[in-house]
């Protein structure tokens, strides 16, 4: 199966922990998003790679840290310097030519106690 | 200069009805206009999508309209079934700097479509 994997579904944490949410893709695409999605206010770029070991920041990516080291592979990490972490986390791929559409994964909900 | 402007929030539409939902842009850099549907609980999933060369697209049930001089597009979706019932996004990007087509998406706010039986 191709396809985009998040995992966990659905994950719960402390106020003042960091936490990583991660992201697989084994559709060979070159490019990697993430996004955040919050009721009303639709999905927010936060962090995305074009190609391995390099990465650019969205329009909201203060308090979020990202590693590109593989291509199959962009892990998010929500650190306690987001001051409001709760919301639900989507992760994309494209390919690099052509490469309009994005394919998403199926979400991260992450609520922080 | 980088926002999509959608509506409406949310519709309400009786089964065989047409649903319409707008969508308006600024930047005139934008070349490429997707829209996204999303059942709760799961990713979005790309529905059609449209490039400015032309006004109007159709795959089934779904029809995109582009309007270039006024910045706007608008997705119908014709004879609406329950089915359908979900949140619809529409996007935009551009070429990124080095030229290649991809680039980052930037979306609308949604659009919450329920389609009664």
């Known amino acids: 199966d191709g396809g985009i994997t998040q995992s966990p579904k659905y994950l719960f944490r402390k106020e003042g922990q960091n936490v990583t949410l991660s992201c697989e893709q084994n559709?060979?695409?070159?490019?990697m998003y993430w996004y955040r999605q919050d009721p009303g206010q639709g999905l927010r770029l936060i962090y995305y790679?074009?190609?391995?070991?390099?990465?650019q920041k969205g329009d909201i990516a203060e308090g979020y840290s990202v590693s590109r080291e593989k291509k199959e592979s962009f892990p998010l990490t929500v650190t306690s310097a987001q001051k409001n972490p709760t919301a639900f986390y989507l992760c994309?791929?494209?390919?690099?030519?052509?490469?309009?559409?994005?394919?998403f994964g199926p979400g991260t909900r992450l609520t922080v106690l | 200069q980088q926002q999509v402007k959608q509506s409406p929030q949310s519709l309400i539409v009786q089964k065989g009805g047409i649903s319409i939902i707008n969508c308006a842009y600024e930047n005139t850099a934008f070349d490429y206009f997707p829209w996204y549907q999303q059942f709760p609980g799961k990713g979005p999933a790309l529905l059609i999508a449209?490039?400015?060369?032309?006004s109007e697209k159709k795959e089934g049930r779904f029809t995109i309209s582009f309007n270039k001089s006024a910045k706007q597009f608008s997705l119908h979706i014709m004879d609406s079934q329950p089915g359908d019932s979900a949140t619809y996004f529409c996007?935009?990007?551009?070429?990124?700097?080095?030229?290649?087509?991809?680039?980052?998406?930037?979306f609308g706010q949604g659009t919450i479509l329920t389609v009664h039986p």
């Open positions: 994309a791929s494209s390919r690099r030519q052509g490469g309009d559409t994005q394919y």
């Open positions: 449209i490039r400015p060369d032309v």
């Open positions: 790679s074009q190609i391995v070991n390099d990465f």
């Open positions: 559709l060979n695409h070159d490019a």
């Open positions: 996007a935009a990007s551009m070429p990124n700097a080095g030229g290649t087509s991809y680039g980052k998406l930037t």
